[in-house]
């Protein structure tokens, strides 16, 4: 009795990600254009990156605004070692961008689990603008402001991963590992214990829960998700220099999360989705677009308490009643998290 | 004598630049100290301070010191309207959301400008002695430099008097301790705000109008000094004006000496590395309390 619930659970659990994985392959075939695929593209590496990032931001509240240098030096070590100073292949490069990024975060860790709060969204905005700054001034590793070009197509046998449909496909499988392990993780103690981590950290830690380990764990996990997207936007390009890596590239990171909703991991998904059809449309207004985006991010964070993904859920609680006469369940669920008070 | 010379030559420099970033960075403090939130967009205040004064010290012909007042009574007041329009809506709300928030007036401000004077042009505010210096053995003491470090001087003695000094000051203080306890004590929480909001925002203007006067006003002014002002609050300790004037001599100083001697990189990177090792040792800064639950 016990295996059959578990096995109709597992079967729902491998349905719902199958249509996950659907969804993604819909939004290939659908997609009419190399425009529209391109831009596909770049939002399924964002995604890769922000899905992690969200359970560092959301789920256990530490605003980390340098996370572009993770992102950057992902794709400068798959630059450095394809094109620029080695002559290694696609695939290892970017298991050692993974690798490098993984211990550099694991490292910087030491220092920046010291601080909390304001404190740590300075600090790793400082990390932000120091790894730019070496990216711009270390010649040698990064080719300085003249960029890298010409990182060689990832290739599988004969077959070469070098159009802008084929970028999408290989970003959406790993998507789905980002995805899907964040989703593990989430749902499993280590989102307990962000969860506990957010809401009272001495507390967590009075209970005796290993809080700097959690901490730790997460930090290098997001940083991990971060370098390999990194690795995957170094072939994407022509040519890529330190301005795709500044500060303001973090911040665009965490207006993800935030404006889509922190806490879920759907949220940051709809963040990107959001973000890039809005800046196709307000293209429209010319130079004032920047404005136009600074004001709905305003009005987002100000009126829309749990992002647009926690928006369409109340909308979905508030049709809920009418349509199935069912109690508001996320509601009440965002003040059991002590999110929309 | 001739590498004594030099060395404080480039420490002059270094408090000039110094003190006009610790004015910035001291707004930020203000702001922090007894409003708890963390305000970007002061970035922006300080590059429309620049704009202000050029409009009315170069475009309008006024004196620079009247360029200076207008700068920081419109930043006071652009202050005022934030905190009104916005940063009210975030009183208990986590932090990511008010520094976002904070972001997102930013760019608007941002674009505000761009529109109004459209073009990265940079344009020089006319200063008295702007080419002027006084030689004192082999030091070059420009006049300008001497002028901006007397300003910075006056507005901290102001600054000191207001805060540890008047009723207001008392006020503000009581604010920053416990809010619950002033409130109960009969203090209007959401008049103090306002103050603080405009003495930060007029701190902004004035940081603008100066720095804007020693290099150039271009719309993307504000962000270096923002992210300078940021490392100096942290390493000063949150919250602590005095903090923030040590830290951004010290900064400052050790800009100016690294860019000299080493590498105008290396100057670049110098604040954000003296931040990580100051964390390293001191997380709460070197005139902050323990860091609480912020």
Same mark, same amino acid.
């Given at each position: ?26 939004? /290939? ?25 969200? @359970? ?34 696609? /695939? ?36 932000? *603008? ?27 046998? !004969? ?46 830690? $009075? ?29 994407? !390009? ?61 009005? +987002? ?7 647009? /993904?926690? $928006? ?28 929309? *008070? | ?7 404080? *030559? ?32 002061? &970035? ?87 080419? $002027?210096? #006084?030689? +004192? ?8 430099? #001497?002028?901006?470090?007397? #300003? ?6 102001? @600054? ?25 004590? &009969?203090? !209007? ?27 150039? +006003? ?77």
């Amino acid at each position: 009795m016990h295996l059959a619930k578990d096995r109709g659970r597992i079967t729902k659990i491998v349905l719902g990600w199958a249509a996950i994985a659907l969804v993604l392959l819909a939004g /290939w075939l659908c997609a009419k254009n190399d425009y529209i695929l391109r831009l596909m593209m770049l939002a399924a590496v964002d995604m890769i990156v922000v899905i992690p990032f969200g @359970l560092l931001i959301g789920h256990m509240g530490y605003l980390a605004m340098g996370q572009a240098s993770f992102f950057g030096l992902g794709a400068y070590v798959v630059g450095n070692l394809t094109v620029l100073r080695f002559d290694m292949d696609y /695939w290892p490069a970017l298991l050692a961008a993974v690798v490098i990024t993984g211990a550099v975060a694991y490292l910087l860790s030491f220092p920046l689990f010291r601080l909390r709060g304001y404190h740590f969204a300075i600090g790793t905005l400082g990390v932000g *603008q120091l790894a730019y700054l070496v990216f711009n001034s270390w010649t040698w590793f990064s080719g300085g402001t003249f960029g890298t070009s010409g990182v060689p197509p990832p290739t599988i046998g !004969q077959f070469e991963i070098s159009t802008n449909s084929r970028f999408y496909l290989l970003a959406s499988i790993f998507l789905l590992v980002a995805g899907f392990s964040s989703w593990w993780l989430v749902r499993g103690h280590v989102g307990l214990a962000l969860r506990a981590i957010r809401q009272d950290e001495d507390l967590a830690a $009075a209970r005796g829960l290993d809080v700097l380990r959690y901490k730790r764990f997460v930090f290098v996990y997001a940083a991990v998700f971060a370098g390999l997207a990194g690795g995957l936007y170094a072939p994407m !390009q022509i040519s890529f220099d330190p301005s795709s890596f500044t500060v303001w590239s973090s911040f665009e990171y965490v207006i993800y999360v935030i404006i889509g909703g922190a806490g879920t991991l759907f949220g940051p998904v709809v963040g990107v989705v959001f973000v890039t059809v809005l800046e196709q449309v307000i293209q429209g207004f010319g130079q004032w677009n920047q404005m136009v985006f600074g004001l709905l991010v305003v009005i +987002v964070v100000l009126f829309f308490r749990g992002g647009l /993904w926690g $928006a369409i859920r109340l909308l979905w609680d508030a049709l809920l009643p009418i349509v199935a006469g069912r109690q508001r369940p996320f509601a009440r669920s965002l003040k059991a998290e002590g999110i929309g *008070q | 004598m001739v590498a004594l010379t030099i060395f404080l *030559q480039q420490v002059i420099y270094g408090i000039s630049y110094g003190m006009n970033l610790a004015v910035a960075a001291a707004g930020l403090a203000l702001l922090f100290g007894v409003y708890r939130v963390v305000n970007l967009a002061h &970035g922006q205040q300080i590059m429309l301070g620049g704009y202000t004064a050029y409009v009315v010290s170069t475009s309008l012909g006024a004196p620079y010191l009247v360029g200076f007042v207008a700068a920081m009574l419109a930043m006071g007041l652009l202050g005022v309207l934030l905190e009104l329009a916005v940063f009210r809506f975030l009183r208990n709300r986590p932090l990511t959301d008010q520094m976002l928030a904070s972001l997102g007036v930013f760019m608007v401000l941002g674009t505000v400008a761009l529109r109004v004077w459209g073009d990265f042009q940079a344009r020089a505010i006319h200063m008295p002695g702007r080419d $002027a210096a #006084i030689l +004192v053995g082999g030091l070059r003491l420009d006049a300008s430099r #001497i002028y901006t470090v007397l #300003i910075t001087l006056v507005l901290f003695v102001l @600054l000191y008097l207001i805060v540890y000094h008047t009723h207001l000051g008392r006020m503000m203080r009581a604010l920053a301790q416990s809010e619950e306890t002033a409130a109960l004590m &009969g203090i !209007q929480r959401r008049r103090i705000a306002a103050i603080v909001f405009f003495l930060a925002g007029a701190l902004g203007g004035a940081a603008g109008a100066l720095l804007g006067g020693l290099f150039n +006003v271009r719309p993307d002014m504000g962000f270096q000094p923002l992210l300078m002002a940021l490392v100096i609050i942290v390493f000063g300790g949150m919250g602590s004006i005095g903090g923030a004037v040590f830290a951004g001599l010290a900064i400052g100083i050790l800009y100016n000496l690294s860019v000299f001697y080493v590498a105008p990189t290396l100057g670049d990177l110098m604040p954000f590395l003296v931040l990580l090792a100051v964390l390293m040792v001191r997380p709460e800064g070197i005139f902050g309390l323990p860091s609480r639950r912020a």
